[in-house]
T-cell receptor
Framework: AQTVTQSQPEMSVQEAETVTLSCTYDTSESDYYLFWYKQPPSRQMILVIRQEAYKQQNATENRFSVNFQKAAKSFSLKISDSQLGDAAMYFCAYRSERLGRDDKIIFGKGTRLHILP | GAVVSQHPSWVICKSGTSVKIECRSLDFQATTMFWYRQFPKQSLMLMATSNEGSKATYEQGVEKDKFLINHASLTLSTLTVTSAHPEDSSFYIC??????????FGQGTRLTVV
């Protein structure tokens, strides 16, 4: 079974600084998707960034980028120029490429990010 | 991204009654819908996966007779908490997938059983 591990329950970063959230996962599959979701106080789940395992190039979305190390099964999120609105719970997630009943998303336990003004 | 609407946003019910939560995909056909439960300051725990027109697949430890899931159409899935008790109080979130890589989440429902 696949697992997702986030070892940092909480992190803090000064506004405008850069922070990296860690995530490791375990799977025997070769094709899958990895995600970072943001859950602000409203509790609405927001997709931050997505990475396809077959792509070697790290995904980037504006101030958000990932460091995807497939062999090490590591998928960290870097937030540059942190803003107060980035304060939220961040979840790393895994999804099998296989469609159907196996395509459920598996979440890590989350990292609560605090932005210090 | 696609829109998933979950209703109601919050509900308070008396112990012993049943509560129905709806999850609708507004602009795409959701072949698969997922129901999650989230306790305070914890991650999302998958309760069940439902595919349109077939019975839901429940995760281990989830009582299927208590949490009834219906996915009768490609745009609507419902979760009914039957004979609710205070320990069922939680935040419930649905997500819907049209078969591509991404699943879209509803706003969630805060259930309080008194």
């Amino acid at each position: 079974a696949q697992t997702v591990t986030q070892s940092q329950p909480e992190m803090s970063v000064q506004e405008a600084e850069t922070v990296t959230l860690s995530c490791t996962y375990d799977t025997s599959e070769s094709d899958y998707y990895l995600f970072w979701y943001k859950q602000p106080p409203s509790r609405q789940m927001i997709l931050v960034i997505r990475q396809e395992a077959y792509k070697q190039q790290n995904a980037t979305e504006n101030r958000f980028s990932v460091n995807f190390q497939k062999a090490a099964k590591s998928f960290s999120l870097k937030i540059s120029d942190s803003q107060l609105g980035d304060a939220a719970m961040y979840f790393c997630a895994y999804r099998s490429e296989r469609l159907g009943r196996d395509d459920k998303i598996i979440f890590g336990k989350g990292t609560r990010l605090h932005i210090l003004p | 991204g696609a829109v998933v609407s979950q209703h109601p946003s919050w509900v308070i019910c008396k112990s012993g009654t049943s509560v129905k939560i709806e999850c609708r995909s507004l602009d795409f056909q959701a072949t698969t819908m997922f129901w999650y439960r989230q306790f305070p300051k914890q991650s999302l725990m998958l309760m069940a996966t439902s595919n349109e027109g077939s019975k839901a697949t429940y995760e281990q430890g989830v009582e299927k007779d208590k949490f009834l899931i219906n996915h009768a159409s490609l745009t609507l899935s419902t979760l009914t908490v039957t004979s609710a008790h205070p320990e069922d109080s939680s935040f419930y979130i649905c997500s819907a997938s049209g078969g591509d890589t991404e699943a879209f989440f509803g706003q969630g429902t805060r259930l309080t059983v008194v």
